[in-house]
């Protein structure tokens, strides 16, 4: 396993000083997205997806991952809603040319809401329906396409991520403990997606916390590492401590924390 920075944790740096940040604390890759100061022009990208990706590939620093939001909030064209599904699909298409030319092997969509008169059975089925449209696109630019199941999307809880990962054959995760662990799950309870998983957040959480410091956190890391490494994994970690207003994660010191849950990342692989 390796271990990456995510760009969105370094809201007010550019890209080339968030490359810089990642590189001097050791790190090995930057994940990317459209997000605060290190980011990428989503106009630009889908405008011309080739010419991004040699921008990408200019800074000469690995992306391991590439988040992609379709519309402009968690709700905003969210592959629940039935009516987005032939423009995210004509966006997706350019997002994993993106990515092919760019040399990003991942990309993470998020699964969508609970939109207005549906439920959670409802919003399952038709985003499964969007990501079996998605998925083939993804595979042909021989990119993986992953979902994160997070906290106010309708997917917050291991069983139905289990639901829609049967529903969607070759489906794969990014996945962050800190979004269950926030909803009350336990950690052994999270570990069965262990398996599914392409892509990993690491922070550190708590029941009601979707964010806290490594000191105060529930996640137990090395248990967490030791799934993963049993489950097959060997990809990259990314730690995502980050300063937001979504779920109060305002208050944490953000590279303090990246540099103690780097060191402790690093002393179980040593071992």
């Not at 944790?9 to 080339?16: D, F, K, V």
């Not at 070759?170 to 403990?177: A, I, R, S, W």
């Not at 030791?226 to 060997?234: E, S, W």
């Not at 303090?256 to 690093?266: F, G, K, N």
């Amino acid at each position: 396993m390796q271990l990456c920075l995510t760009s969105w944790s370094l809201r007010a740096c550019s890209m080339p000083e968030a490359i810089g940040i990642a590189r001097t604390l050791g790190f090995g890759g930057l994940d990317m997205g459209y997000f605060y100061g290190p980011a990428l022009s989503k106009p630009d990208l889908l405008a011309d997806p080739e010419a991004m990706a040699r921008q990408v590939r200019g800074l000469g620093f690995p992306a391991p991952c590439f988040y992609h939001l379709f519309g402009d909030t968690l709700a905003g064209r969210n592959l629940a809603d039935p009516a987005t599904l032939d423009r995210n699909a004509g966006d997706f298409r350019r997002v994993a040319r993106f990515c092919a030319a760019a040399g990003i092997p991942t990309v993470f969509i998020l699964p969508g809401v609970c939109n207005p008169g549906q439920s959670r059975a409802d919003a399952l089925a038709v985003s499964a329906t969007a990501l079996n449209t998605l998925l083939p696109i993804a595979q042909a630019e021989g990119v993986t396409l992953t979902i994160e199941p997070h906290v106010h999307s309708y997917l917050e809880s291991p069983a139905l991520t289990l639901q829609l990962l049967a529903r969607v054959p070759g489906l794969k995760l990014t996945l962050d403990y800190a979004h269950f662990t926030c909803l009350g799950f336990t950690q052994d309870a999270i570990d069965v997606l262990a398996p599914y998983a392409a892509h990993v957040h690491v922070r550190q959480a708590r029941p009601g916390a979707l964010q806290t410091k490594l000191s105060q956190g529930t996640i137990n890391m090395g248990a967490m590492l030791g799934t993963l490494r049993d489950a097959g994994y060997g990809g990259w970690l990314a730690v995502e401590w980050v300063h937001q207003d979504y779920m109060d994660t305002l208050y944490d010191d953000v590279l303090t924390e990246t540099i103690a849950c780097r060191d402790v990342l690093r002393a179980w692989l040593r071992r």
